[in-house]
């Protein structure tokens, strides 16, 4: 039997590059899967519901969607924070707007994300939430300080919140990607050697055990995913 049949999994971020190969592994696993995305765009790929034009930051419209979505799919089983976003900038040449910018896109978006989520998942009785995050929250390297910063929030996120969680059967971790093959990063990184990189399809599997029943007791973890980097 697939992995995740009949399981109601909502994606954020389910309409970029990394969130599409999620929604397809997902649907492939006998999820029913729904996007939340702050972009429109015209194919939706295999997920079931789609609420383009959803700025997670909003707290309301995010409340609001989730609570169309729960009636249409009968409930919500998981939740996968796909939605971010990313800019390269030294600390010394950049501004303060880039912060308040990767706090809002990647860990605002994350907590909002999960706060809305979980009234549906304690209903459940069991749930899943999985974060994307970043091996560079890690360990910082130049240019990166906004981003790891906020990457960090969404790791200390996921490891209070699945302390908080651990007795009600809700399991929330997180996959930390090195530099993903997308076709952004190929434009933006032409010379690099992108057979080191990691794979979509990579992520998107490790996201679909982390979802599934077998992972039951894996909870708190940061799991890095990072290719030949
Ligand atoms: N690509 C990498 O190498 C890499 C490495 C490590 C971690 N990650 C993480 O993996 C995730 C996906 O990366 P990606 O390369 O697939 O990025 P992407 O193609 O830009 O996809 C991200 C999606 O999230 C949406 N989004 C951003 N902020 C949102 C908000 N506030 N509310 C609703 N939707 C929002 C974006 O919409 P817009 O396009 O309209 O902004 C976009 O559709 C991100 O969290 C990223 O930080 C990526």
Redesign the pocket.
Same mark, same amino acid.
């Given at each position: 039997m697939a992995m995740l049949a009949n399981k109601s999994v909502i994606v954020? *971020?389910g309409? *970029?590059? &990394?969130?599409r190969v999620v929604v397809s592994e997902l649907a492939a696993q006998g999820a029913r899967v729904a996007v &939340?995305?702050? @972009?429109a765009r015209p194919d939706a790929g295999r997920a079931e519901v789609v609420y383009d034009g959803?700025?997670?930051?909003n707290a309301s419209a995010t409340a609001k969607a989730m609570e169309s979505i729960a009636a249409q799919l009968g409930g919500i089983y998981g939740l996968v924070n796909? #939605? *971010?976003?990313?800019r390269y900038e030294p600390i010394s040449e950049g501004t303060l707007d880039t912060w308040d910018l990767m706090y809002?896109?990647?860990l605002r @978006?994350c907590a909002a994300a999960c706060l809305s989520v979980l009234p549906y998942l304690r209903s459940n009785g069991s749930g899943r939430i999985v974060n994307? *995050? #970043? #091996?560079s929250a890690q360990r910082a390297t130049c240019g990166l300080g906004a981003y790891a910063a906020s990457?960090a929030g969404v790791a200390r996120l996921t490891e209070s919140l699945s302390d908080e969680l651990k007795d009600q059967s809700i399991t929330v971790n997180a996959v930390l990607? @090195?530099?993903?093959d997308?076709p952004?990063?190929r434009l933006q990184m032409s010379g690099a050697d992108f057979t080191r990189w990691v794979s979509p399809t990579s992520v998107a599997h490790l996201v679909a055990f982390l979802l599934s029943d077998q992972s039951i007791d894996i909870t708190g973890a940061l799991v890095p995913i990072v290719g030949r980097m």
């Open positions: 954020t *971020g309409l *970029g590059a &990394l969130g &939340l995305d702050c @972009s959803v700025d997670l930051c796909v #939605a *971010g976003g990313f809002e896109t990647n @978006s994307i *995050g #970043a #091996a990457k990607p @090195s530099v993903i997308t952004a990063n």
